[in-house]
C-alpha cells in the first residue's frame, strides 16, 4: 500500500465521536446503561428514541456540561473536557437567539464566547449567514424572521467557532414543510463542507432523507445501529401491506397460515410480505375474506422502529 493510502485510510478510519459505556443515573433512575456508539467522519448520523430515551444526557455528556458515573467520550481521541468544547458546535432545540438584536449581533455576540479575534469575527459572522442564506437579513432584528430563518440562524451560531462536529437537536420540528426543506438543504450543504453531523430527530422521514447512520436509543441503549439498508435487516419483508377489512380475524389466520407476520401500527392491520406479490396475486392469498382496501408500502425506518422500540 502507498503512503498516500496509508494517510487516506488513516483518516477514514479516524473516529470522530467515540462513546464507550456510558452510564448517567439521577437517584435510582438509570438514564444511560452502557452506552456505546462512534460517529464517523463526515457522515450525519441520526440518534433516535422515544420521550425520555436519554438522547439530552447523551447530548449534555457529549458536551460536558454533564459528568457521566462512568465510561468515556472521546472526540477525535481527546476525553471531553473543556477544551474540546471547541470542537463542537450546538443548535439546540430552542432557540439560543436574542431576539432584539440583528442576525449580525448575535454571531458577533458568540463569536466573542469562543474568542474568536475581531477579524476572525467579521469574516466568520459573514461566512456563516452566508452558509445559511441569511445575508441579507444581516442586519434585521431576529424577531423579525420567520421561524424558519430563526432555526436557520440557530444553526449559524453553532458554526461560529467552525467546529468538527455539529449538534442538530429537532432541527426542524415546528417548522412548516417549505422551511424543512430548507433546513434539510442546509444540513447536506454542511456535510459536503465536511462536517460530521449528530441529530435528533421525532421525525422518521427526516432521519431517512438524511442520516447515513442511526442508532435507536430506548432507556438508555443504543438497541440498533448502522445504515438504513442495515436497520430494513431487521424486519424480513420484501414489502408491507395494509389491509382494511370487516374480517380482520380471518385475515390474521390466513395471514399466519401463509407465513405472513402480522402487526398493527396504530390502527391499520398490516402485513409483512416475505416474497415480492403483485396485487393479484395478494388479492389470490386472501380468496373468500372481503377486502376494503389493500395498501402496499416498502419498508420503512418508521416500521424498523416500532419494532426495536415496542
Ligand atoms: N436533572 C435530572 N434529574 C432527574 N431526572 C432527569 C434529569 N434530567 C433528565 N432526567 C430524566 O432522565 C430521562 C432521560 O431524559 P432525557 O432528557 O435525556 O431524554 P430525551 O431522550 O432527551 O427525551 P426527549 O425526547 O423528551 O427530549 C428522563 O426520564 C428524564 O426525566
Excluded at 424577531?143 to 462536529?165: D, F, Y
Aim: net charge neutral.
Amino acid at each position: 500500500m502507498s503512503e498516500i493510502h496509508k494517510i487516506v485510510l488513516f483518516y477514514v478510519l479516524v473516529i470522530v465521536l467515540h462513546i464507550e459505556n456510558l452510564c448517567k443515573s439521577y437517584g435510582n433512575r438509570h438514564v444511560l446503561q452502557n452506552l456505546t456508539l462512534h460517529i464517523h467522519p463526515g457522515e450525519i448520523y441520526g440518534l433516535l428514541g422515544p420521550n425520555g430515551a436519554g438522547k439530552t444526557t447523551t447530548i449534555n455528556s457529549i458536551c460536558n456540561l454533564l459528568k457521566a458515573d462512568s465510561g468515556t467520550i472521546t472526540i477525535n481521541h481527546q476525553p471531553v473536557s473543556d477544551a474540546t468544547k471547541t470542537l463542537i458546535g450546538i443548535a439546540p432545540q430552542e432557540n439560543l437567539l436574542y431576539k432584539t438584536l440583528t442576525c449580525a449581533e448575535n454571531l458577533h455576540f458568540f463569536a466573542r464566547i469562543y474568542g474568536l479575534s475581531k477579524r476572525q469575527r467579521q469574516q466568520q459572522v459573514h461566512t456563516c449567514l452566508d452558509a445559511v442564506n441569511l445575508c441579507d437579513r444581516a442586519q434585521s432584528p431576529v424577531e423579525t424572521l420567520s421561524g424558519g430563518m430563526q432555526r436557520r440562524l440557530n444553526i449559524a451560531v453553532a458554526l461560529v467557532h467552525q467546529p468538527k462536529l455539529v449538534i442538530l437537536d429537532e432541527p426542524t420540528t415546528g417548522l412548516d414543510i417549505e422551511a424543512r426543506y430548507e433546513v434539510w438543504d442546509l444540513i447536506r450543504r454542511l456535510q459536503r463542507q465536511g462536517l460530521t453531523i449528530l441529530l435528533t430527530t421525532h421525525l422518521l422521514d427526516e432521519a431517512e432523507r438524511l442520516c447515513q447512520r442511526i442508532g435507536i436509543l430506548k432507556g438508555g441503549q443504543i438497541l440498533v445501529e448502522g445504515s438504513l439498508d442495515t436497520l430494513r435487516q431487521r424486519i424480513p419483508a420484501q414489502e408491507i401491506v395494509i389491509i382494511q377489512t370487516q374480517e380482520e380475524e380471518r385475515a390474521i389466520a390466513r395471514a399466519t397460515e401463509l407465513g405472513f407476520t402480522h402487526r398493527r401500527y396504530g390502527n391499520d392491520l398490516a402485513f409483512w410480505l416475505p416474497e415480492a406479490l403483485d396485487l393479484k396475486e395478494i388479492i389470490e392469498r386472501f380468496e373468500g375474506i372481503s377486502l376494503d382496501s389493500i395498501t402496499r408500502q416498502p419498508v420503512r425506518l418508521e416500521h424498523i422502529y416500532i419494532e426495536v422500540t415496542r
